[in-house]
């Protein structure tokens, strides 16, 4: 078990390393649904299933299809068009392609490798969950939210047009 977690940690970190220098937004959304397919890898093997299928319905699903629709509605002119048409080639698809067969194989053996093996499912109540996350992990809830507070300042000062008139901003 623990060679098999080691192994979807050096592909979520490698895949997330890919989404970092990708120059196309196309390739780093490629590299991105990997890496979200492995962190949701590492929460079944850790045994957290439900966590994991959230992880695919919500991030690997409606969040990719949403970044994928901004980029569409981006549409860049010509340059783009070219950039679409390179998405066919199969030199693009190698990477992302190893990483997630290197993972559905991780996943076939997770599944596999006993049979008889059912996830221990317990019952957990909204508020054993709020007192958990404002008790002993309140640090990692702060934490959390700042970092995504600076994730939002950075992108208003990143996507704001500049104002050339000399107006407050």
Same mark, same amino acid.
């Given at each position: 078990?623990?060679?098999?977690?080691?192994?979807?940690?050096?592909?979520?970190?490698?895949?997330?390393?890919?989404?970092?220098? &990708? &120059?196309?937004?196309?390739?780093?959304?490629?590299?991105?649904?990997?890496?979200?397919?492995?962190?949701?890898?590492?929460? #079944?093997?850790?045994?957290?299933?439900?966590?994991?299928? #959230? @992880?695919?319905?919500?991030?690997?699903?409606?969040?990719?299809?949403?970044? =994928?629709? =901004?980029?569409?509605?981006?549409? +860049? *002119?010509?340059?783009?068009?070219?950039? @679409?048409?390179? +998405?066919?080639?199969?030199?693009?698809w190698v990477g992302p392609v190893i990483l997630t067969a290197l993972l559905s194989g991780e996943l076939l053996y997770v599944l596999l490798r006993t049979p008889g093996r059912v996830f221990n499912?317990?019952?957990?109540?909204?508020?054993?969950?709020?007192?958990?996350?404002?008790?002993?992990?309140?640090? *990692?809830? @702060?934490?959390?939210?700042? +970092? #995504?507070?600076?994730?939002?300042?950075?992108?208003?000062?990143?996507? &704001?047009?500049? &104002?050339?008139?000399?107006?407050?901003?």
């Amino acid at each position: 078990m623990n060679i098999t977690f080691y192994l979807t940690a050096v592909v979520a970190v490698i895949s997330t390393f890919m989404v970092i220098t &990708r &120059r196309n937004a196309v390739h780093a959304l490629l590299y991105l649904v990997v890496s979200l397919l492995s962190v949701a890898l590492i929460f #079944l093997i850790l045994g957290a299933p439900f966590i994991a299928a #959230l @992880e695919v319905i919500i991030y690997a699903g409606a969040i990719m299809v949403l970044f =994928v629709f =901004v980029i569409m509605m981006l549409n +860049l *002119g010509p340059q783009s068009v070219a950039q @679409e048409g390179q +998405l066919l080639s199969p030199g693009i698809w190698v990477g992302p392609v190893i990483l997630t067969a290197l993972l559905s194989g991780e996943l076939l053996y997770v599944l596999l490798r006993t049979p008889g093996r059912v996830f221990n499912i317990t019952t957990v109540s909204p508020k054993l969950v709020g007192m958990a996350l404002m008790g002993p992990y309140v640090l *990692g809830v @702060e934490l959390a939210s700042m +970092l #995504l507070l600076a994730g939002l300042v950075g992108a208003y000062h990143l996507g &704001r047009k500049d &104002r050339s008139d000399g107006g407050a901003s």
